[in-house]
């Protein structure tokens, strides 16, 4: 196994840690601190293992398969346990999950039909917002950053339906193939 596919399956190994201290209300005041790191940790294999998996021609379809997944596991992870901690609001986690579901099937209807749809601008815009956006959530700054939350929040809700409907647009050849 390659370094970026391990850095794939670390990242889908920390969002337990994650899950347990946001939930599970360990590590006293320094818990989200810890939670904060482990998140922050997550996402950086995200940028590392594409990072390296490109420069040095080490993609392979174990990557191109799981790195989209443990992203969507980390991400909606999060915005769970920030759902359950009254830190988001549930219609923002609807879109956004709504928007992950619509994706990931039509990316499994491409791919029956021979097609590798790639990232596109606007949906790695919408994943950098989201994770700072997360970030911000979970150290809870207080009312100091109240407003700064509630701009990313709106804008990451406004991110995640552009690169939806930009991501269908330019692929609108897959919803017109049949079986």
């Not at 490109?54 to 992203?71: E, H, I, S």
């Amino acid at each position: 196994m390659n370094t970026p596919n391990k850095l794939t399956l670390l990242r889908f190994i920390l969002v337990f840690p994650f899950v347990i201290l946001m939930l599970g209300g360990f590590g006293g005041a320094a818990g989200k601190w810890i939670c904060l790191a482990i998140f922050c940790v997550a996402s950086a294999t995200d940028a590392l293992d594409g990072y390296i998996a490109r420069k040095y021609d080490l993609v392979t379809d174990f990557g191109k398969f799981m790195d989209p997944l443990a992203d969507k596991l980390l991400v909606c992870s999060a915005m769970i346990c920030l759902l359950e901690q009254d830190r988001l609001p549930a219609w923002a986690v609807l879109v956004i999950i709504a928007r992950e579901f619509i994706i990931s099937g039509f990316r499994l209807v491409a791919s029956d039909n021979g097609i590798v749809i790639a990232a596109s601008y606007w949906g790695k815009i919408k994943t950098v917002c989201q994770m700072a956006m997360t970030i911000l959530l979970i150290a809870d700054l207080g009312s100091s950053v109240a407003a700064a939350e509630e701009i990313l929040i709106v804008l990451s809700v406004a991110l995640t339906v552009i690169s939806l409907a930009d991501y269908l647009w330019k692929n609108k050849r897959v919803l017109s193939m049949q079986d």
